[in-house]
């Protein structure tokens, strides 16, 4: 008798010791790579997919939504205002707030409709200047950092402008 319980206390802790903590921790790590794989990579892999996988049709009414006087014959002077050019602000050049020993020089343009004037370019400048003056640099020091603040700035100067700039291009960014 003393032999079979010793037998069963010894199962008992191989149970408790081995298995139970290695279950618990594939069930942990499969629920992980689930979420992983639902919420990160699935949304990424959708974009594309999509960009991928546009057919010529798709394609050519996208350059159609872009270029608003691409394949029309009839007059185009109504859509003159609407042409989209791509103007250069002037380089900004400024200290970081954190560590403010740090500078920085940023040069940027940005693609502007026409009847954009040059008073609200220099609103948007303005307004990126103020923003960048509060940046860190452990903001900047990733990829996934200089895409936020990229889209930060065009988003900055899309409602500055009123719709008028469509997109902002980061020339150039030195730190020193």
Same mark, same amino acid.
Do not use: C
């Given at each position: 008798?003393?032999?079979?319980?010793?037998?069963?206390?010894?199962?008992? *802790?191989? @149970?408790?010791?081995?298995?139970?903590?290695?279950? +618990?921790?594939?069930?942990?790590?499969?629920? @992980?790579?689930?979420? %992983?794989? &639902?919420?990160?990579?699935?949304?990424?892999?959708? %974009?594309?997919?999509?960009?991928?996988? /546009?057919?010529?049709?798709? *394609?050519?009414?996208?350059?159609?939504?872009?270029?608003? &006087?691409?394949?029309? !014959?009839?007059?185009?002077?109504?859509?003159?205002?609407? &042409?989209?050019?791509? %103007? !250069?602000?002037?380089?900004?050049?400024?200290?970081?707030?954190?560590?403010?020993?740090?500078?920085?020089?940023?040069?940027?343009?940005?693609?502007?409709?026409?009847?954009?004037?040059?008073? &609200?370019?220099? =609103?948007?400048?303005? =307004? +990126?200047?103020?923003?960048? /003056?509060?940046? $860190?640099? =452990?903001? +900047?020091?990733?990829?996934?950092?200089?895409? $936020?603040?990229? !889209?930060?700035?065009?988003?900055?100067?899309?409602? $500055?402008?009123?719709?008028?700039?469509?997109?902002?291009? +980061? $020339?150039?960014? @030195?730190? *020193?």
């Amino acid at each position: 008798m003393a032999a079979k319980e010793k037998t069963k206390s010894a199962k008992s *802790e191989l @149970v408790k010791n081995w298995v139970l903590p290695i279950a +618990i921790m594939l069930i942990v790590g499969g629920g @992980v790579g689930f979420g %992983v794989g &639902t919420f990160v990579l699935a949304p990424r892999m959708e %974009v594309a997919m999509a960009a991928a996988s /546009q057919d010529p049709a798709a *394609e050519a009414a996208t350059e159609q939504t872009h270029n608003p &006087t691409a394949g029309s !014959d009839h007059d185009t002077s109504a859509l003159a205002g609407l &042409t989209q050019k791509i %103007v !250069d602000l002037e380089p900004i050049t400024v200290n970081l707030a954190v560590p403010n020993n740090i500078w920085m020089r940023m040069q940027i343009a940005v693609q502007a409709s026409s009847t954009v004037s040059d008073g &609200t370019l220099n =609103d948007v400048q303005q =307004d +990126i200047l103020a923003y960048v /003056q509060q940046l $860190r640099l =452990d903001q +900047i020091r990733s990829p996934n950092g200089y895409l $936020r603040i990229k !889209d930060d700035l065009a988003r900055r100067a899309e409602v $500055r402008s009123g719709g008028g700039i469509s997109d902002l291009y +980061i $020339r150039t960014l @030195v730190f *020193e």
